[in-house]
Every structure is written in C-alpha cells, then in structure tokens.
C-alpha cells in the first residue's frame, strides 16, 4: 500500500481583529470536536499556540481571575494534548503588546497593527517575547513532558522575512524547524508581508539564513505549508457559501470577528497572490473535497494548516469523509518528528 504523511498544523488563537472572541469558543471547543476525528486514524497533530496571548494573560493573572481560569483552562488543553502523542510549539503575534482588553465582555482588540510584524520589535523587544514563549511553553508542558523541546516555530501571519530578524532567536532557542514557509503565496499588506513565490526543492528542504534559499548544509530545515490553484467560485459556489454561512452547520465555531488588511504593492510593485490558497481544513467543504482528494492522489506529503476558531461542522464533516477515503487507499501518516527528526533536519 503506497504511504500518503498528511501533516495536520494549526494556529491555535483568538480573533487578531476588533473583537477576539472568547478562549472556550475559538480554542478549546473547536480542537475537542476536530481531535476525535484525527485520533481515529491515528494521526498526529502540530499545534502552533499563540504565546504572546498567553504571556498577556499571565502578566494580568494576579490582578484578573478571569485571565487566570483562561491561562489554565489553556494549559490543561496544552497537556492533554502533548499526553496524547501531539505535538505544541510557539506562534508569535507581536501586536499583542498593543491590544486592549474589555473587561466587561472579555475579550480583546487588536486592531492596531503597528506592531504586527517581528521587524517592528526593537532587539530587547524580539529576545522577552523568544525567550518568554519558549520558558512558559517549557513551564506549561513541565508536569507531563518535562524534557519538552520547542523545537519548531510558525510566524505569526506567515512573516518570517527577513529570516535575519529571527536567526539568532533560532540558535538561541534551539528551535532548528520552521514552518512558515506557505508555497507560491505573496502578499504585501499594512500587517503582513511575506513573497513564497520562488521556486523550491520540495516541501522539506535546509537552509541557513534565508527561508526561500535552501542550503543542504544549513542548521535549519523548511517544512512547507501546501496550496492549491483557487477555485472558480461561479454561480453554484457563491450560493453553496451563501446556504453554509446562513446556518449553524456552516458557521465558524469561534466567537470573534477577525481585521481586514489592507492590501499594497510590494517593492517591485506586484500585489498578493490572488490564484492560489493553502489548504486547510476551514477551506475544506463540499465544492473543494474533490481538489483535496486528487492533491492527496498525486502527492505524498500535505500540509494542512488549520485555525480552530474557524472550522465548521461542515468542515468536519468533510475532513472525515476525506479521511475516510484516504485509508482506504493510504498508509497514513501524520507526525513531524517522524518527517524532520530533530538534530538532522533531514527528511525521513
């Protein structure tokens, strides 16, 4: 039976926008409903935590109960996951240190932007949020993996350009895995800006100082998120999104409301890519399973890169029959530390 490594990554976070909906609606629930799913064909999954959010909600803790239960709530979801064979590492979102908090509904605004990239951090600032996340990840995971290495790491909003501004957090950290990188995608905007579009080895390759300029020889490895040529919408597509949104069985399970970004042209004046899309499981619905199912066909590896607060029930019921059929057909697999094996980087 030919071997399909299906690689289930997700963003795991609150609403980066006006109103960041609640932990227990865009976190916690949303992972308990897709786990059981995934479990069953025993695949593993890769949880990026967004650990500027937790270290905002333990710097309020002593002052905020309310804070303090999320902080907890979100630990104990951290290590039943890790207890269960998953895997969780750190995912920064600088404009954290800008956001203001509600108290009375709360919840958070992060509409100010200013500070959403790593770049916008003075030195000092990128070494607290490294070192920060790596010691409350290590903290959080210590009473069932306590020999827990954070050795992989995802940009928040896919800006890990230029690679200059994180290479020495990497060595510093141990972190020798990123997982950034989301292939043939661009995009230059007020917030983000990231320019995948250069052509690469594979989806698993090594580099030293610049993520889109492999290197065999280099200390970190690349492990690259899939995308897929958009879909014609067209009449019927329109009016399948219009009857799921309409609907609680099409509807996000998350609670918040998310920021537009405002679109630019990048420095040789191209805008972003407007043809392709990741493949995702909030993207997954029934106008996509059958895209999905001749990607999986022709290619070995996927990377599916997934936020909970914004998958559907339809979603789910997607991902299940697609799963489905992929057993049938596949040997699967879905483990990070299988593909990249920490130390080497090498593909297995």
């Avoid at 609640?22 to 593993?44: F, G, K, Q, S």
């Avoid at 043809?275 to 996509?288: A, F, Q």
């Amino acid at each position: 039976m030919e071997h399909r490594h299906l690689l289930f990554t997700f963003d795991h976070e609150l609403f980066l926008g006006r109103r960041s909906g609640t932990v227990e609606r865009c976190m916690i629930r949303p992972v308990d409903r897709v786990l059981p799913i995934l479990e069953r064909h025993r695949l593993a999954m890769t949880f990026f935590v967004d650990t500027t959010f937790l270290l905002e909600l333990e710097r309020r803790s002593a002052a905020n109960v309310r804070c303090r239960a999320d902080l907890d709530r979100i630990a104990r979801q951290l290590r039943e996951l890790v207890e269960r064979g998953h895997h969780v590492y750190p995912h920064i979102h600088p404009h954290w240190a800008d956001a203001r908090y509600d108290e009375a509904r709360h919840e958070w605004d992060l509409r100010e932007l200013g500070r959403y990239r790593l770049s916008a951090l003075d030195e000092d600032a990128r070494v607290a949020v490294f070192d920060g996340s790596v010691e409350l990840l290590r903290r959080i995971l210590a009473p069932v993996a306590r020999a827990h290495r954070v050795s992989a790491y995802r940009a928040g909003g896919w800006c890990i350009q230029p690679f200059a501004d994180f290479r020495p957090h990497f060595q510093r950290c141990g972190i020798e895995r990123d997982m950034s990188v989301l292939a043939g995608m661009r995009r230059h905007s007020n917030a983000v800006d990231y320019d995948f579009t250069a052509p690469l080895p594979g989806p698993v390759y090594r580099f030293s100082s610049d993520v889109m300029q492999p290197d065999p020889d280099g200390p970190f490895t690349e492990v690259v998120i899939t995308s897929i040529p958009s879909r014609p919408r067209g009449l019927v597509g329109a009016l399948v999104d219009k009857v799921l949104w309409r609907i609680p069985y099409g509807r996000q399970m998350g609670d918040g409301q998310g920021v537009a970004f405002v679109d630019v042209p990048g420095p040789d004046g191209s805008m972003g890519t407007v043809d392709r899309e990741m493949v995702s499981i909030e993207l997954l619905t029934v106008m996509r399973y059958r895209a999905y199912a001749r990607l999986i066909d022709r290619t070995p590896f996927v990377q599916f890169i997934s936020h909970p607060k914004m998958i559907t029930r339809h979603n789910l019921h997607m991902l299940e029959r697609l799963l489905d059929r992929c057993a049938s057909r596949y040997a699967l697999t879905s483990d990070l530390e299988a593909l990249v094996p920490r130390r080497t980087g090498v593909a297995a």
